[in-house]
């Protein structure tokens, strides 16, 4: 038997609190079907005797407080809510109880932006994480020590594991199940949910942030100029230039306040905008591409699809509703 404790937070996603118990009750529901065992001991552990997670229109009730845990196999961390500091201090009892479980050799899964809380463990430093892509900038700057992985669904590293964007969760909830039963049992699961298996990346779904909140005014200028450039080819040295830096520390500068290198912000910029354009309009790859600035049509797909992980006419028949009639 499995025992899992799934938090039950302050300030937290009740939806996924509930949808991942369903999960484990899910698959123990199977396995009675089967004529087998049940594998999972699920139990959802919080602070206080009545949680309400998102406000007081609905609370939990724990099975069982912290102080009274013992050593579970696997402990789930599920989204935070709201402002995240408020919410990471409304539950830092976890955080050394958290840390505790893991050096005792239990392994530890956040969803979503439970990364947040379990990033205040200290666990994550030096390691791999998954999160939801909008908050990457902010997880970056909260926990700099921590790999974030850019568009991943699921990352696992040393017995941790995290999870990209909403709904990726029952991604990682998959992969948690097929590692505790079997492939045949997680590929029965997704279909009962309807989810996608082998989602890997959170990519198509991205909406790119133009990654302002920082204080270098030479390397906002560029920014923007690489906005209103969106239909030319443009160069760092052009760039480094019109802001008045010389070019390597311009590219320094880039790459610390934004995360990215100068070329890859100039791709990312303009791929945004070739999705916009293949979501609103019935225009062909060929004058998309040429709109954003690419000439080589075989540059502009390699490209699109390293960013978003569909070529452009997988994207275009996705997202846009007159294409699908």
Not at 273 to 280: D, G, L
Request: some cysteine.
């Amino acid at each position: 038997m499995k025992k899992i404790y799934i938090l039950a937070p302050e300030h937290s996603v009740l939806q996924v609190i509930a949808g991942t118990q369903y999960c484990f009750s899910t698959v123990n529901n199977f396995l009675i079907q089967s004529g087998k065992d049940t594998l999972f001991d699920v139990q959802l552990i919080g602070l206080k005797p009545k949680i309400y997670p998102s406000g007081p229109n609905f609370s939990i009730a724990p099975d069982i407080l912290l102080k009274d845990a013992g050593r579970a196999d696997l402990i789930i961390i599920p989204p935070l809510f709201g402002d995240l500091p408020t919410a990471i201090s409304a539950n830092k009892e976890f955080i050394p109880w958290i840390s505790e479980q893991y050096h005792k050799g239990v392994e530890i899964a956040s969803l979503c932006i439970g990364a947040f809380l379990l990033g205040a463990t200290g666990l994550l430093d030096g390691k791999k994480v998954s999160t939801h892509w909008g908050f990457t900038d902010l997880f970056r700057e909260m926990y700099p020590d921590v790999d974030v992985q850019d568009g991943s669904i699921v990352t696992e590293e040393s017995g941790i594991y995290s999870s990209g964007g909403a709904n990726s969760y029952w991604n990682l909830l998959l992969h948690l199940v097929e590692k505790f039963t079997d492939r045949e049992t997680a590929i029965m699961l997704s279909k009962y949910f309807a989810i996608d298996i082998d989602r890997n990346s959170q990519s198509p779904f991205t909406i790119f942030s133009a990654q302002k909140t920082h204080q270098d005014e030479a390397v906002k200028k560029a920014q923007e100029l690489i906005e209103e450039m969106i239909e030319d080819k443009i160069s760092v040295d052009t760039l480094a230039e019109k802001v008045a830096v010389g070019r390597r520390s311009f590219e320094r500068r880039f790459k610390r306040v934004t995360n990215n290198s100068v070329l890859e912000y100039i791709q990312r910029v303009k791929i945004e905008a070739a999705k916009r354009s293949f979501e609103s309009t019935m225009k062909n790859i060929s004058e998309v591409m040429f709109d954003v600035g690419y000439s080589d049509t075989k540059a502009f797909r390699n490209t699109f699809k390293k960013i978003t992980g569909l070529t452009p006419l997988e994207y275009r028949n996705k997202y846009n509703k007159l294409a699908q009639n």
